[in-house]
């Protein structure tokens, strides 16, 4: 392998960044970084800041460029000497650019999942919120409905997956996302992938990272036609 990989996955909600991001963490051993977890974090601990971006999460908002850098930048500092895989960072082109004058991504991976799709998933996903966990009442359900698999507390759903906040993400998301595409797209290192099922799509990103993390090193220039 390389010796630092250095990734990024983009989808508008639903699109099964998370769901793909363990995979690729637990297949290939990158430190995972989700900024919405660490969003929902600051929420439940009801810091300061997390009273401010909460207002922003409920209502299916984006949170501001420079609070975003603020939550994620500092923590790629402290993982140098990793590989890493960043799932929902960046999402804007301010956040593309401020993570592009630090670090030199290898590949970034764009889920385009039918909207019909990411609405039927979110309606059915229940999360714990002390870990993050996922479920998903058809495709991932827990053993014991309503309860978590680990710590068997109660699952919730956040009100992000309410109806009237996920129209505005998937709305923002695609106008939002345009620019930051194209950035990756002329720097040759964005792979997008289309489809409805995360079981489907899985095989064709495990195979293209074992490619890259094998036979390319992170530090060298690559001329790549995804
Ligand atoms: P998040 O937390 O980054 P979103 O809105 O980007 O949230 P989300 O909801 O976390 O995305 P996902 O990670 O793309 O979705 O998808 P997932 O959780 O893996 O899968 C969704 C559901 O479908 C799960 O229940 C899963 O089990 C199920 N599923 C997966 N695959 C399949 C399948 O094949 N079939 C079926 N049936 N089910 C499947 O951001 C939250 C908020 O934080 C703020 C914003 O306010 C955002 O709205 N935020 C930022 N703001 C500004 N800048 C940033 N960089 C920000 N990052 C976060
Ligand atoms: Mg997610």
């Known amino acids: 392998m390389a010796k630092f990989f250095r990734a990024a996955i983009m989808g508008p ?8 991001s363990k995979r690729i963490a637990q297949s290939f051993g990158l430190q995972y970084l989700s900024s919405g977890h660490f969003l929902r974090e600051g929420i439940a601990a009801k810091t300061e800041a997390g009273l401010l971006v909460g207002s922003y999460v409920e209502r299916g908002m984006l949170v501001p460029d420079l609070v975003m850098n603020r939550l994620m930048l500092p923590r790629l500092e402290q993982l140098s000497g990793h590989s890493w895989l960043l799932d929902g960072f960046p999402r804007t082109l301010a956040q593309a650019v401020a993570l592009n004058n630090l670090y030199q991504l290898d ?7 039918p909207y019909e799709t990411l609405r039927e998933r979110l309606s059915d996903r229940w999360i714990h919120p002390a870990s993050g966990r996922v479920y998903n009442m058809g495709f991932n359900p827990p053993r014991e409905q309503g309860k978590d698999d ?3 507390e109660s699952l919730i759903q956040h009100d992000d997956d309410k109806p009237e906040a996920l129209m505005a993400r998937l709305r923002h998301y695609k106008d939002v996302a345009k620019p930051v595409i194209d950035l990756y797209k002329s720097q040759g290192i964005l792979y997008s992938f289309s489809g409805t099922d ?8 495990n195979t293209l990272l ?16 995804p």
């Open 210 to 225: 074992s490619t890259k993390m094998l036979i390319e090193p992170s530090d060298t220039c690559q001329t790549q036609t």
């Open 150 to 152: 680990i710590t068997g």
């Open 198 to 205: 995360t079981d489907r799509i899985w095989p064709y990103i």
């Open 13 to 20: 909600p639903g699109s099964g960044k998370g769901t793909i």
């Open 107 to 113: 590949l970034v991976i764009s889920l385009n999942i």
